[in-house]
C-alpha cells in the first residue's frame, strides 16, 4: 500500500503504525518515496530506544543524524 500511495502523491509520507521492532523500520525505509516513520508504543513499551533504533538503520544504510 505504501508504495502505491508514493506512486500517486507528491507529498511527503510518513508511515504511521505496526512496527514492534526494528526490523520493522529498516523494511519501511526500503520502500520508495517513503520519508518518515512514526514512532510511540514501541519507544513507550520501552522495547526498543531511539539511540538503538538510529544506530541500527544508520548501520543497516538508512541515513539519518545520530
Known amino acids: 500500500m505504501l508504495d502505491a500511495v508514493a506512486a500517486r502523491v507528491n507529498v511527503p509520507i510518513i508511515a504511521s503504525g505496526?512496527?514492534?521492532?526494528?526490523?520493522?523500520?529498516?523494511?519501511?525505509f526500503h520502500?520508495?518515496?517513503?520519508?518518515a516513520g512514526l514512532a510511540a508504543g514501541?519507544?513507550?513499551?520501552?522495547?526498543?530506544?531511539?539511540?538503538d533504533l538510529k544506530e541500527y538503520l544508520n548501520a543497516n544504510?538508512?541515513?539519518?543524524r545520530l
Do not use: N, P, S, Y
Open 18 to 28: 505496526g512496527a514492534g521492532k526494528k526490523e520493522d523500520f529498516l523494511e519501511l
Open 42 to 51: 514501541i519507544f513507550h513499551q520501552k522495547l526498543l530506544t531511539i539511540r
Open 31 to 35: 520502500h520508495k518515496g517513503i520519508d
Open 61 to 64: 544504510g538508512v541515513e539519518m
